[in-house]
Structures are given as structure tokens and as C-alpha cells.
């Protein structure tokens, strides 16, 4: 069965202060790994796909990364307004799996 | 361009009562989906239909979850009876692709189930 795994569940920075999320998958197949940002009482909002191992995205502040088995999301120079829930998705074999997300709180 | 729209926002029901939730998806959007997201868990999907067909519901409890898609546009999503463990809140989304693609999510009905 596929499975997502987000960590850390919650991280806490300082307004600059850089990091990484982290993704790890298990999918006999995969065919798209998606970010997404949810905002409280919100949506998701997409971010990136990724598809294929060493391929690479960047928007703004934000760079996601993919190996065949994890993917990273790292934010350089946060600020508070990135402050937010992301959460990974993976398209595999099955439907569409999210991960729980990392709640990122980015403090001025 | 208007997003997707859902409503209501929020319900509360009490238990085995039956709830309704609807949702407008993005014009032309083919692809429609019903995800149940859980107090700190991420979406679950419970139904993806392709203009009015089904593409995917082995995850929707169908002896109590139902939905539809009428004329390939709007779409329904019913719980009758509703049990306790329901209470989630359910997003629609929408994606002008088939298959799992980037979805656009709309804001998400809040179901209490008392």
C-alpha cells in the first residue's frame, strides 16, 4: 500500500531563519508528487509537481526536490506569511495519498 | 476567474441524521473531486468523477456516502445515516486534466456530528 510520511509534524522558525520539510514515500509506481500550502479554515493550495528523481521546482522563497525516496521543501528566508500547513501528495498506483503535513509557524 | 465554490460552510447534525454538501467546480473543469480531511490528518479522496462518470470511489463508505454529478458540472455529496467518526471537514476539487493532476481546492464544508 502506498504510504506518506511528513516530518517534522510542526516546526517553529524565526523570521529568516532557513529549513527543510521533509516527504518520504512508498509507491510501487510513482507518477507525480505534489506540495500543496494550507492556509487555516482553507483549501489547499497547489505548489509544485514533481516527476521524476533529481527534477527540481522553485517559487519564490520555496524549492522542492525529489529523490526516489523522499522529497524535500526548502524555504529560504521565511517569513510570517509563509506561515501555513504543507502537505505532501503522491499519485502512485492507487488514488491520490497525502501526507499529514508540517505545520510551519513563522515567527517575526 | 471564480473558484471553486462549496457550501454550506459549516454543519452540525446530530447522529443518524442525513447531511448534504455541494459544490460548484471551476468552469470547463472536467475532473471534480470529494476528499474528507480529518482534524490533523491530510485529504483523504473518497470520489473523483471525469466529467459525470466515476473514475475512483474505492475509498467512499457507500453503504452510507453517496454522490453525483449532474450533467458533468455540479456535484452532491450525501451522508445518510451519519455516524460520529464522520465529523471532517469535506473539500471539493476540480482539475481541467484527467487522472491525478493539480487540483484546485474550494474552501471545504465543516461537518460536527453530535
Known amino acids: 500500500e502506498d504510504q506518506v510520511t511528513q516530518s517534522p509534524e510542526a516546526l517553529r522558525l524565526q523570521e529568516g531563519e532557513s529549513s527543510s520539510l521533509n516527504c518520504s514515500y512508498t509507491v510501487s509506481g510513482l507518477r507525480g508528487l505534489f506540495w500543496y500550502r494550507q492556509d487555516p479554515g482553507k483549501g489547499p493550495e497547489f505548489l509544485f509537481t514533481?516527476?521524476?528523481a533529481g527534477e527540481e521546482k522553485e517559487k519564490e522563497r520555496l524549492k522542492a526536490t525529489l529523490t526516489k525516496k523522499e522529497s524535500f521543501l526548502h524555504i529560504t528566508a521565511p517569513k510570517p506569511e509563509d506561515s501555513a500547513t504543507y502537505l505532501c501528495a503522491v499519485d502512485g498506483t492507487g488514488d491520490m495519498r497525502f501526507g499529514a503535513g508540517t505545520r510551519l509557524t513563522v515567527k517575526p | 476567474e471564480a473558484g471553486v465554490a462549496q457550501s454550506p460552510r459549516y454543519k452540525i447534525i446530530e447522529k443518524r441524521q442525513s447531511v448534504a454538501f455541494w459544490c460548484n467546480p471551476i468552469?470547463?473543469?472536467?475532473?471534480l473531486y470529494w476528499y474528507q480531511q480529518i482534524l490533523g490528518q491530510g485529504p483523504k479522496l473518497l470520489i473523483q468523477f471525469q466529467n459525470n462518470g466515476v473514475v475512483d470511489d474505492s475509498q467512499l463508505p457507500k453503504d452510507r456516502f453517496s454522490a453525483e454529478r449532474l450533467k458533468g458540472v455540479d456535484s452532491t455529496l450525501k451522508i445518510q445515516p451519519a455516524k460520529l467518526e464522520d465529523s471532517a471537514v469535506y473539500l471539493c476539487?476540480?482539475?481541467?486534466?484527467?487522472?491525478?493532476?493539480?487540483?484546485?481546492f474550494g474552501q471545504g464544508t465543516r461537518l460536527t456530528v453530535v
Open positions: 514533481l516527476y521524476s
Open positions: 476539487a476540480s482539475s481541467p486534466w484527467a487522472g491525478n493532476t493539480e487540483a484546485f
Open positions: 468552469s470547463g473543469h472536467a475532473t
